[in-house]
Nanobody, 123 residues
C-alpha cells in the first residue's frame, strides 16, 4: 500500500504563485502514477494534473494547462504542483493521489488519497 501526504498551499493573490508538494511512502515500487485533484466549496472533486511514475507522461485539464506544472522526483518520492498566474477559481482543497494500477486524470485509477491542503486565491 502507498500512503501520500500533501504540504504547501495557503493564500495567494490573483496572478501569484504557490507550490504544493506530495510525499509518497510505503510500497513505492508499486507506483504507476500520481495525480492532483481539487474540490471547490459546493462542487465535485475534479482532476487537475497527473504524472506517470516512470517515463515522461503528464496530463493537465484545460483550465490549468500552461499555468500549472506537475513534476516528480523519484529519488525523493515526491510530486510537486507548481501553480502560477493563479485565479480566484483555483481556490479549492487540493488532494494528492497515488495509483498502483495506472496513470491519468480519472479518479477511479487512484487508490490512495491524501487529506488535502487548502489553496485560497484572493483578488
Amino acid at each position: 500500500q502507498v500512503h501520500v501526504m500533501e504540504s504547501g498551499g495557503g493564500l495567494a493573490q490573483v496572478g501569484g504563485s504557490l507550490t504544493l508538494s506530495c510525499t509518497a511512502s510505503g510500497q513505492i515500487n508499486t507506483l504507476h502514477g500520481m495525480g492532483w485533484f481539487r474540490q471547490a466549496l459546493g462542487k465535485d472533486r475534479e482532476p487537475v494534473a497527473a504524472v506517470a511514475w516512470t517515463g515522461s507522461r503528464v496530463s493537465y485539464i484545460d483550465e490549468v494547462r500552461g499555468r500549472f506544472t506537475i513534476k516528480r522526483d523519484n529519488g525523493k518520492n515526491t510530486v510537486s504542483l507548481e501553480m502560477n498566474n493563479l485565479k480566484v477559481e483555483d481556490t479549492a482543497v487540493y488532494y494528492c493521489a497515488a495509483s498502483t494500477s495506472g496513470y491519468g486524470l480519472m479518479p477511479y485509477v487512484y487508490d490512495s488519497w491524501g487529506q488535502g491542503t487548502q489553496v485560497s486565491v484572493s483578488s
